[in-house]
């Protein structure tokens, strides 16, 4: 069974702070790498995609990734109150449609 | 912006009754999924479909369910005979098939199994 871990949460960050949003996977020959923002009630939305090791901006959102470590994460710079969702992780298997594993997800709040 | 959609949002069955999910991918996706997520839980996969065939299932996916692409734009769920276990929001998924394309997600079907 392949595992996603997130950390906890709940996260609360001030408006204007940088949230950092981290998660661990279990299969080390894991390729691809995702961030899913959910809203309440409602469906994952794509943040961001992964590859490669190192780091990849987007806006005001960096996804890390670290395949030695296992290890990826999102950074949400100036973060915004409408940025307070719960955000996913999600890792891509190797079968060929390549199905999703997801992460239980991180709570964020982000207060004016 | 091209966009997964679903129908009915909100769908409330008796127990032991059958429903169908029904999803439009996005038009020149040709991989689809289904995804569940029980209230407070992990989304978690279903079912992955391309060509008319099942690629992959998981061991939620049993006798119960079974997936369909009827026509060039619908892709639907069906489940034969419901039970409490299986109210959840139910995910469509699509993606494209060239090189590594992230899915993306339909709004969902809430599913209210009485």
Known sequence: ?112 | EPEVTQTPSHQVTQMGQEVILRCVPISNHLYFYWYRQILGQKVEFLVSFYNNEISEKSEIFDDQFSVERPDGSNFTLKIRSTKLEDSAMYFCASRGTKGDQPQHFGDGTRLSIL
Request: proline content about 4%; glycine content about 10%; some cysteine.
């Open chain 1, 1 to 112: 069974q392949k595992e996603v871990e997130q950390n906890s949460g709940p996260l609360s960050v001030p408006e204007g702070a940088i949230a950092s949003l981290n998660c661990t996977y279990s299969d080390r020959g894991s390729q691809s790498f995702f961030w899913y923002r959910q809203y309440s009630g409602k469906s994952p939305e794509l943040i961001m995609f992964i590859y490669s090791n190192g780091d990849k901006e987007d806006g005001r959102f960096t996804a890390q990734l670290n395949k030695a470590s296992q290890y990826v994460s999102l950074l949400i710079r100036d973060s915004q109150p409408s940025d307070s969702a719960t955000y996913l992780c999600a890792v891509k298997g190797g079968s060929t449609l390549g199905r999703l594993y997801f992460g239980r997800g991180t709570q964020l709040t982000v207060w004016p």
